[in-house]
């Protein structure tokens, strides 16, 4: 390593902040999908393509985003992840404009290519830069990060982007129709000024990584020579975790998603979406506590012991 690259505690705080951005990212779709739903007076199974949408990105550019990775190394693909997500929030705009539904769609689409970029180097590369005992420990930590800012995002972001009060489509067809357009333009339009933070956040954060030596790993570049998804997937083990993870993020952000309307709903909660929200932050947070707890105890105990006794 040069002198003058970070050292690994210092690069997994970078990475870290990392995680943070895209958990606060993948959050503020529970708030977009009640806010769309009510701009575009749809109902649920169309206000779900949001996460459709998003997460069909990941299974579609996950190769892809591997060959990147392969290419450039962890650094630059890092970088470029980046870059990508500031370009899908900044696509937000124009979509808000007009506004216009697959619009919204597509800049989902492009910040979620940056987020999978993201995900497919930083996971690995934060596993391999410090101590290999710990590289569990590192990686939940850094998880709980992520999940700090499905926590903070919704609490802090949401209340701008539902600024302008969700109404049913029930209360919306009792406005002339003057004032429903009015209401329409600007509740697309409130996501704006939110989504142009974002990319300028994310357009920084890449400019910043872009800047440090961060401590150079090969193994991108030889695992992808090495191995073929035909060859990975023969081992059952990793067959089994595929499904696992395929299931537990799908209860995971399914639950997460409809939480806002869940609670909106007069025969259950009765709350604004703004209230509603902040129960959004509830549900993430308490994955956030799990995440530290865990981190912290695979400091002291094995991953697989861990994993055993938690079944």
Known sequence: MSNRDLSSTTAVAVLSTIFFTWGALTSLNDVLIPHLKAVFEMGFARSMLVQFAFFSTYF????PAGRVVARFGYKASIVIGLLVAGVGALAFYPAAKVPSYPLFLLALCVLATGITLLQVAANPYISLIGDPRFASSRLTLAQALNSLGTTLAPALIGPLILSVGVLGA???????PPQAQAYRIAQAGSVQGPYLGVAAGLLALAGLVYLLRLPPLTEARNDAAAH??????RHPHVRLGVVAIFLYVGAEVGISSFLINYLEDPRIGGLDAVTATKYVSYYWGGAMVGRFLGSALMRRVSPHTLLCLLR
């Open 60 to 63: 579609v550019m996950s190769l």
């Open 170 to 176: 029930a209360q919306i067809a009792q406005l002339a």
């Open 228 to 233: 073929t998804l035909t060859q990975v997937l």
